[in-house]
């Protein structure tokens, strides 16, 4: 670790005031501004193979912010200590969700962004991301190259004239192009717009006003702590969305009820049914997929992350596409999206590209697409779901975060010796893409040490909730008995 500072699976993240500081922030902006000006940039993957066009520093910065606590301040560091450095940087004048962010690197043909924010993690957290210019995830090259140029200490703090700017028409005005709103604003729906306190507020709620779709915005407020819990939608969370949903179902006759939720900084999404049910990010992905290939036509590769749902590939394959698993984090999905490759990416985690948007995660964008789906097919999402259990089999989830220590130490010892069954049931293959994977005539379980926090993520997919339940609780049992060695 370069002294309190190292990219992980998507940017640098730390606790506010221990490691993540002015001073460490200064230095990563620093580092920042010489990645740009450092001629063996040219080298990079994504040049050469990819065929992203090369810009100069001189094609400017932006610097965007989320909602969380000293954000707008850490963002106007990062942008005078880039903008002493010779690089033309402009700071956005409010909070922006991360896709806002990187579809401006693209459309206004920039060298790059920075976002200040630590996504989903919670509140004490905050985070530094780097966008390249195809606006997507930064390859660990690019990070690694940020990294070399890391000073020993904070840069001086010059003052300097950093221009604000306005992304949200820009941002608002591509999402447009790329659903039918139209139709959407026809069918009869009601919209429960869940934004978790983060920076994709407003933006959802606007398009949808716009075309006089029916909503109730919720938890849409300035909120650094985000209400005391961490922004990810995951179902010990919607507490508020499933609320609101339920009290609105007796009062909203003859309209389809839906909730929408976004993460702290708007590029990872989950939703709730009609009947107040939360579609975590398994099921959310997976109606995604189905709407683009049955109601968009859409063809191509599909990218599944290895902790998602293999609802997935039982979907592409029924259509004769191909489905290729990648490691955990976005950034092995861009390159398939930039070079037009793969029609459509997903993880578990709530992330979702297509190849005619974006090489980079939408949550408000999936939300519209959801919403699409529903107006094509007439029917909410709880509906539309059974739909697919009863073609391609029940698929069940669940996930445990465990803060260990030694969670590295788990995965290699769990890798090294896999047991011969878990809860009864037998392991028929180990897979070791991205943490070790045990696989079940009916599903899987999966340990993996997380790249942005202390934690060890047990997953695990079964064909019933007493199955997953069962299996997991076994996983649980056996990374505790592993870390007590």
């Known amino acids: 670790m370069a002294d309190g500072i190292r990219f992980g699976t998507d940017g640098w993240r730390g606790v506010i005031a221990q490691d993540f500081t002015f001073g460490n922030v200064a230095r990563a902006a620093a580092a920042t501004a010489e990645y740009l000006q450092d001629p063996e940039r040219r080298d990079l993957p994504f040049y050469r193979g990819w065929g992203v066009p090369y810009r100069g520093p001189d094609a400017g910065l932006v610097v965007g912010y989320d909602t ?5 301040e850490f963002a106007g560091v990062t942008a005078k200590v880039i903008a002493s450095r010779g690089v033309p940087v402009a700071l956005t004048d409010s909070p922006v969700p991360t896709p806002a962010l990187s579809y401006i690197v693209v459309k206004r043909k920039l060298a790059g962004a920075v976002m200040i924010t630590a996504s989903h993690n919670p509140p004490i957290y905050n985070g530094y991301k780097f966008k390249p210019e195809y606006g997507g995830s930064a390859t660990k090259e690019a990070t690694d190259l940020i990294e070399r140029h890391l000073p020993p200490r904070p840069p001086e703090l010059r003052a300097e004239d950093v221009p604000l700017t306005s992304l949200r028409e820009e941002y608002l005005e591509v999402l447009e192009g790329r659903v039918d709103l139209k139709d959407i604003s026809r069918a ?3 919209v429960v717009v869940d934004p978790m306190y983060g920076s994709a507020q407003g933006y959802l709620a606007e398009l949808l006003g716009k075309y006089k779709v029916p909503y109730t915005a919720i938890r849409s407020r300035i909120d650094p702590l985000f209400g005391g819990k961490k922004p990810e939608p995951l179902p010990e969370l919607m ?10 179902k007796g009062r909203v006759r ?4 839906v909730g929408l939720i976004t993460d702290g900084d708007g590029d990872r999404a989950a939703s709730m049914d009609e009947e107040g049910n939360f579609l975590d990010t398994h099921r959310t992905s997976s109606l995604i997929l189905w709407h683009l290939i049955r109601n968009r036509g859409e063809r ?4 599944k992350s290895f902790a998602l749902t293999d609802l997935i590939r039982k979907i592409a394959e029924d259509s ?7 490691k955990i984090g976005f950034k092995w999905a861009v390159e398939g999206l930039f070079r037009g490759e793969a029609m459509f990416a997903a993880e578990e985690s709530g992330g979702y590209g297509y190849r005619w948007h974006l090489p980079e995660r939408d949550g408000i964008l999936a939300g519209l697409l959801l919403l699409e789906l529903i107006a094509a097919e007439g029917k909410g999402l709880g509906t539309l779901l059974q739909e697919l259990f009863r073609r391609y089999g029940p698929h069940y989830y669940d996930r445990v975060d465990l803060e260990l220590g030694e ?7 769990v890798k090294s010796a896999p047991p011969d069954s878990i809860g009864g049931r037998k392991v028929v293959a180990v897979e070791t893409l991205d943490g070790v994977k045990l696989r079940f005539e009916n599903g899987w379980l999966l340990f993996r040490a997380s790249g942005t926090e202390p934690i060890l993520r047990v997953y695990c997919e079964m064909n019933s909730p007493e199955a997953v339940e069962e299996v997991i609780s076994a996983g649980v049992a056996l990374a505790k008995e592993v870390a007590d060695g």
């Open 239 to 248: 507490g508020p969305t499933r609320a609101v949903i339920r009290s609105l």
């Open 68 to 72: 969380r606590f000293l954000s707008p």
């Open 300 to 303: 191509g590769l599909v990218l």
């Open 407 to 413: 969670r590295l130490e788990v995965v290699e010892r």
């Open 254 to 257: 003859r309209r389809i009820l």
């Open 320 to 326: 004769g596409l191909e489905v290729r698993e990648i």
């Open 188 to 190: 009869p729906l009601h």
